[in-house]
Structure formats: structure tokens, C-alpha cells
């Protein structure tokens, strides 16, 4: 369950695998660290990749064994497809709804057409699917699974909720909702049929709904199109209830049921609001801001001007630095200031040879040597350039005017874009320690000229960033006599968050971040700050291990993530000094499992039965994703249309033509077992596609569960169908042929990308056409 809450998400989890229930209790985490298709939870990551179609589901974090109350760590990681279109949640509204509000207040029209209005332009919708996952506890060995049930969006406000969802092991899929919002009662309910028909669903029982908690022998009766359609409990129910950060309790009770020989799986929930809301929950805000106007042009800032959190201006570390300076708690960032992008600009303006090299390195395709290349003449040039006379005396003056005149800094670089969430360049780019006030603009500049380095641009094109970011430069005093460190908030290795790893070494924390020195390593449990491992001696003292835990504990609550800290601690106080704080990277990556399947078709149940009969000489070479997104659904539309039993093809997922490890297949089942008494009567159709016969009695029998008899006419549609294709189709097609064939000479002769795109949205058009 996931909830916007103002600008915080609220979150719950509970997983249950074989007889171990795992709960994560209610979490309220920052909306702000997400994107429009991706949502950051704590440890739940959601991504929608193709809208209705594909959503990646990770979960990397604690959760804690109901049974033995300890914390287990669970990795989960997945894709979520449909099994149906996506439907708009108020399809099938029992009308009865209405016809007794207006029966029981006549002289309240103008409400009534308000509350009709707010039902029309609400946007919640439903849509069954299956989540294809791997699941890890503890480091155990992994477990795959296919889980099915249904995907809700709800926007509307909602006082009191009653819903009742049911996957079929045959495929069929049953809801039904009651809610109670300020816009009045509504009832409604479907049942996604196992043959991908969609009929309105009824309740005639309702006080059954409330005895799923008791008794043996509750039976609901719905009712389908005016025939009964009774679903029966078979098992005891498990239920659990959990409170939201607003205050609204929720339950949940799943049970097994059964409709005829059927078996499936029931979820009953629950919602009330509370009777008096909560006041909406807050995070400790992040500093956040936008330079604009003469700010953007300052060549100099310094750590306390709030112009310095704009990353744009100043490079990821130095806006990190600038936000630390400003929300220090429990730690000291020390002082420093930033050399802008804005002072990078104006150095190249004022060297027209190195601004040309930049400009053309940006122009550069995909041949990587030539990037290097041109790369080294950027570098070279800029360390051989003279850094002007007004820009050494805004950097010292602001220097003197910030920091005590004896003292010696640390120059590092601030590329704009780096240290993400997704990627990190640590450890690629110069940085200098113990520089003299007199010797920093040299390495203001040697900072600039690492930007382009072979290392920095391999980087760059692998990852698809930017191949010339703008640069900032970091000047910042020096600690002496100092334990330097990285301190991760997480395990770094295996991601499990109930740690925490620092790595320390007398001298320079760069050594440790480049790898050049084996630092002492200290292994703290999070929850108590209590040691599980570290080396034996070790640099850091008690005190100072104390202090970073409840640093790590502030950052990783602040930030909404794992974090990956830089620090140094002075000897003589043990005061934690942090110089960097960033999001930890590569958790979010997909594992091998998530690659392998990530284009997979759903299976809408346990019991589908696939072929490459014909298929696989036809298309025998692996699918490309671009295949898969654009043709994939076209060829299925196709294939299907030509089944006279199939009235509509779905929009949001392909019927007949699967795909399984880059591979296409056919679904037997809505391919040939539609037609199952013409299957069974008649083996001629299979020997011609696969050489022998395909269907096993357990196969048509299956089709028999799913699908219904034929029109006693079937024979005559498929007749006139095949007539219609020779007769008209045919002629219409060979024009269409031609002006794909001629789309695709096009796409083929070359032009500009843009041109290129443009020539396969049309050739696409006219393949849909086809």
C-alpha cells in the first residue's frame, strides 16, 4: 500500500511466503525522491516503464518476522504486467445506488447531478496483473514466484471502504467495491472472465461480506448478467490491520474461496478514516534553492550562501556541502566555498581555442576515441591556460574573509551531475590536499582539466550521462591531525540496511575513497550503535564511533535513503567533521533475474500452455526490445481479429503471442482452444502448424473450463470471413504493402535521427493499418 501524503509517501508491506509473515510497518518517507514515473518509499521502489504495461517492483530493507519478532533483511525484485486492460473503477456502478438516493431525497436534484458529476471526473481505475519476482530473506536462496491479484489507484477521498477482489486459478477475476465518500454511497462490481469478456457483477447478499471472520459455511451470491454466481469459503481467513500516518485503520483479511470446482484467492479490505484526522505528517526539510538572476553569475560562493545549493551552478558536492553547512546536526561541516561553473564559463570565453575543443567534444557521436582524444586537448590546454587576475582575487579574498588566513585546503572537483543515486564518480576526478592559499588557483585549474579525462569521459559513455558536464571546483579548509573516512549507512556489497560500515585511516580520506590504502574497517548494528566486527586496532575511539552512528542515523533520515558519508574526526576532541554525503549507488540496479525477464509476457494463470510450433521458424532469432514494444502488440491485434470468437483485442497486453526470454510463442489456449470443439473434432489445423498433434485431453479440457461452446453459425462466420479477406482484405492489403515497402526504403536511405524517428512512427502507422 502506497499513499501521498502532502509531500511524503506513507507506505506498508506485508509479505507472507510459506508459513514466515513479514511486515514493514507503516513508513513516511519524502515524496521529493522520486520522479513522475518513479517512486522512492524507504526501501520500495516502484517503477512505471511502460505506462498500463510494465511497472519494475523492488523491495531491499527490514522487515520483521511476526513470529519471532526479529528483523529479517528481504530483497524483492520484479516486474508487474497485466493479465487485463486497466478499467475505470466505476465501470459497472450499480445503478440501484442512485435510484434509492433519489428515491429517499426527491427534492435534492442539484446534489445528486453534483455527486454524478465527481463520480465522472474521478480518474481512479483497476487492473488485474501478475508480479513475476524473486524473493531472498536473509541471504537465503533465492525463490521465484508469480503472484496475481489487482492494481488499484485511488484519488478520490474516501470516508468508509468495503472491496472484495478474487483471482480464479481458471482465470476468471471478481470485484466488488462499496464506498462511502462525501459524494455519497457507490456500489459497484465486474468479473474479468477467464476468456477476456468483461460482465457487471451484482451483490445480493450483503450482510455476507461481514461473516468472512466467522463460520464455516459463509457463501457469497453475486449475481452475472441475471445468473447466480455464488463464491464459497474454504479456508480459515488471515487477517491483519494496520493504522496509516493520518490515522486511517485498514483491514485485511485473505481467505481461499470457490466457484463451482474452482479455487482462488480472496482479499477482503477494509478502510475507515479516523474520526479526526491527524494533522498532515511532516519530514525535516531539505534545503532546497534555485539561484536565479546576478546569482547565477557569481564566479565565487561560499558554503553559507544559499545560492551555493544549486547544483546546477556549483556541481553535486559542492551543493551536498552547501545544504550540510545549513542542517548540521550532531557534526561540523567545515568551511569552504565553491568555484561556479559561471568562473569555468568565463575561463573559456576567455580561451577560444579550449572553448571550441569543448564545444566539439559535446558534437561528438559514438566514436569513443575520438571523445578521449579531444579530451586530452581540453585537459591539456586548461592546465597550460593562465587563470585571470580578477578570478584569483575573488577566490583568495573570499578564502581570507571565510577561513583563518595559516590554513591549508583541500581542492576537489564538483561536476554538475555527478554523485546521483543511479551513478557515482568517485574517485575519477582531481582532488588536492594540503594546498597553500597561493597554490589553490592552480588547482582550480587542474581540477577543471580532470573533467576530461579518459576515465571520466569510458564513464560517461557507458552510462549515457552528459559527455561534458560544466564544473565547479570545491575549495574547503583542511583538517589536521585528523582520522579520515567513508562511513555507509547500508552494506555496501549486499545492501542490508541493518548495518552500518565505516572505513578509517589515519590521513587523507581521498586514499580510502580511490582505493590506494587498506583502511581499518568498524561494522556497527544500526538499531543500538552496538559493534559487530571491526579491526583490531582501530583508529576510531569509542566516542567517535558513537558519533558517527548518530550522524549516519540523521543523514539516512534526512535524505529518505542509504547514504554514503565522508568524514574526517579530529584526534584530539573526536569531533566529527563531515565533508560529503551522498545517496549510496547501484542499489537500485537491476539483478540478473530483473534482465532476464523484464520483457516477458504475464501468464494469466498457473495453467497456460505455450508452443513454438511454426512461430519459431518463422521469427527463430531473439526479439529486440523495440520489437517487442511496437510489433509485438500489432502482430497479436492481427492474429487475433482473424479468430471470429475473438470480439475485441486488448489494448494493454498481447493475447495470443507471448514472449518469453526474447522469444516469441503462441498461447495455445487463445490461439486454438477458443475453438476447442472444432479442435477436438478435427486434429488437421495442428498437424499442419506443428508437423503432429499439439492438444492433450488435459488442454481441451482446460479450454472447455474456460471458454464458452460456439455459435451454432460459427461454421458460416468463418466462411464469410475468409471471403471477405479474399474479395476485399486482399486488394486493400496489397496497397498497404506497397506503401510499407516504400516507408521502409525510406527509413533505410539514412537522414538526420529526427527524420529517422519520424519515418518509423509513420512506417508503424501503416503497419497497424496492415
Known sequence: SVQAKGECLDTYVYLRTGSRTLVCPSTLTRKSAGTDDIFLAGPLRLEMREPFRRWRVQYKGLMTDESTGEQVFVVLAGWWKPTSDAKWRYNFVDTNTFEDQLTTRPFCLAKHVKHANNLLDTSDLVQWGELHCELSIDGEDTKESRLRGLRARYRDKVQQEQQLSVYFDHGDRLLWSRRHSENGVITHGFIACGDQKIVPLNLINKDSLYGLNHGDDDIINFQQMGFPYAVSKISQPITFTYTTATGDIVSVTRL?????????????????TAYKNKPAPNLPIIPEYTAFGCERKMPVLRFSHRACQDSSITGGKAANLARLTSIAKGFIV???????????EAHLDAHPNIKKLVEKLGNQGQDLETCIHIGEQIGAGL???????????????ALQNEIEFDARFAVRSSAVGEDGAELSSAGQLESYMEVEIDD??????????????????????QYGQPINPPMGVVVQRMIE????????????????????????????????????????????RKNDGNVIEQTEPCCLSTVAQSGLHSAALYLEGLFGGPQDVEFIVDIATDEINVVQSRDVTGRERE??????????????????CFTMANVGEVMPDPVTPLFISCTTKLYDSCFMSENE?????????????????QRTILNHGEVFLRTWEETEKDRIAEIALAGQELFTKEMLEMGKQRYDRLHKLFPLFRIAGLLNIVLRDSYIQRDLAFENSQVSRTLIAGGTPAERIRNLEKQLDVATKV
Open 440 to 461: 589553490v588557483a592552480e588547482k582550480v585549474l587542474m581540477c577543471w582539466a580532470s573533467n576530461y579525462r579518459r576515465e571520466c569521459i569510458s564513464y560517461r559513455r
Open 256 to 272: 481461499t474461496v470457490r466457484h463451482l470446482q474452482y479455487d482462488g484467492h480472496a482479499f477482503f479490505i477494509q478502510r475507515h
Open 645 to 661: 470468437v475473438m470480439t475485441r483485442s486488448p489494448r494493454h497486453y498481447a493475447v495470443g503471442i507471448s514472449i518469453f526470454q
Open 383 to 397: 592546465c597550460g591556460s593562465i587563470m585571470s587576475e580578477k578570478l584569483k582575487y575573488e577566490i583568495r579574498d
Open 481 to 524: 591531525n585528523g582520522v579520515a573516512g567513508v562511513m555507509f549507512t547500508c552494506d555496501p556489497v549486499r545492501g542490508d540496511p541493518s548495518k552500518i560500515v565505516i572505513n578509517a585511516f589515519k590521513g587523507k580520506g581521498e586514499d580510502i575513497v580511490s582505493g590506494t590504502v587498506t583502511p581499518d574497517a568498524v561494522v556497527l
Open 591 to 608: 539483478s540478473d533475474f530483473e534482465l532476464r525477464t523484464e520483457f516477458n509476457s504475464s501468464n494469466l494463470t498457473d495453467h497456460e
Open 334 to 344: 567545515p568551511r569552504g566555498i565553491c568555484v561556479t561553473t559561471a568562473a569555468f
